[in-house]
């Protein structure tokens, strides 16, 4: 009877095992192959080992790192803040196209002393010294000349494209030859200016002269004293009779006054030119207060010559021999 019992014991017994949830599981790790594992070290990036010079780096202290960075930080932002001006070789008769600030005010600056600009666009144009100074509104493309004053044998033709960007500086170059042309022509042009201005102070300073002597003032720099026998005006005009009263002395020129009188039958106007004819230093000549005189009538005539040098100096008596002033 014991035979079989036991049988029927293990049966039970495995088949209440199996019914249980509360068996321990053990999970194994994934089985990795050879060829796995070969094909997992290719795709990483293989450094080879840095070969041993023998040099040894000293460290670099940490406060010049810090100062190198900043340099560095400064310098970038001012690359990105900051635009330069910028260079354009130009030549007179050569259009050239640039870009300009749009809604900003362009400065460009040209090699010419007195910059003239011509232009029948829109846009805003003046000039201060070398510098001219553009501004437009809108996108419309600005045409205009350039000329050194009033030559118009050098002109530079400039087509400005406005754009949306910052306020540009243009510096204008000239070639070689152009530069060349360019300061022949402001040296004559200087002494002309120079020599039409010394021109214009002396007219200006006669007119100041004859404006005194109609006054009756004595000028200033000149001493009033009767006329030498030598020091008479002669004028080549008919039926005027000249006399000769006074002499303003100068430092270098006689003012010599006189009468004109009209001694013909009919009014006549005197002619100053006809007093310049055959003196050589005469240098300007006036009359006050008629130019058109009646029968019989004068006027006051003024005529200013050049001093010969000796004339105007004089010998001083020497002390020594006993001389007085």
């Given at each position: 009877m014991k035979r079989h019992f036991l049988p029927?014991?293990?049966?039970?017994?495995?088949?209440?095992?199996?019914?249980?949830?509360?068996?321990?599981?053990?999970?194994?790790?994934?089985?990795t192959t050879v060829a796995e594992e070969s094909s997992s070290a290719s795709s990483q990036p293989v450094v080879p080992p840095k070969p041993d010079l023998g040099i040894e780096l000293p460290p670099v202290d940490a406060s010049v790192i810090k100062v190198a960075n900043q340099q560095a930080a400064a310098s970038n932002a001012t690359s990105a803040t900051s635009i330069g001006p910028q260079h354009i070789a130009v030549k007179p008769g050569i259009n050239e196209l640039m870009p300009i600030a749009v809604g900003h005010l362009n400065r460009l600056v040209t090699p010419?002393?007195?910059?003239?600009?011509?232009?029948?666009s829109q846009a805003t144009t003046s000039t201060k010294g070398k510098i001219v100074y553009v501004a437009t509104a809108d996108e419309t493309p600005v045409t205009l000349y350039i000329t050194p004053g009033d030559n118009q044998d050098i002109a530079l033709s400039l087509t400005l494209i406005p754009k949306r960007i910052p306020a540009r500086e243009i510096h204008l170059d000239l070639d070689k030859d152009s530069y060349q042309l360019?300061?022949?022509?402001?040296?004559?042009?200087?002494?002309?200016?120079?020599?039409?201005?010394?021109?214009?102070?002396?007219?200006?300073?006669?007119?100041?002269?004859?404006?005194?002597l109609g006054l009756q003032k004595t000028p200033s720099g000149y001493s009033l004293r009767e006329p030498k026998p030598q020091?008479?005006?002669?004028?080549?005009?008919d039926r005027f009779q000249i006399q000769t009263g006074q002499v303003l002395e100068g430092q270098d020129q006689l003012i010599l006054v006189g009468l004109a009188k009209n001694t013909g039958g009919d009014?006549?106007?005197f002619d100053e030119r006809s007093c310049a004819t055959i003196q050589q230093d005469v240098l300007a000549v006036s009359v006050w207060p008629n130019v058109v005189l009646k029968p019989q009538e004068a006027t006051e005539l003024y005529?200013?010559?050049?001093?010969?040098?000796?004339?105007?100096?004089s010998l001083r008596p020497s002390l020594l021999g006993g001389g007085q002033p």
């Open positions: 029927w014991l293990l049966v039970t017994f495995t088949q209440g095992s199996w019914a249980t949830d509360d068996l321990p599981v053990t999970v194994l790790p994934p089985v010419f002393e007195h910059p003239v600009v011509t232009t029948t360019l300061n022949q022509w402001q040296r004559s042009d200087s002494a002309s200016r120079t020599s039409s201005q010394q021109e214009q102070a002396y007219i200006s300073q006669l007119k100041a002269l004859f404006r005194d020091e008479q005006i002669h004028c080549l005009q009014m006549l106007e005529v200013v010559v050049r001093q010969a040098p000796e004339a105007s100096t």
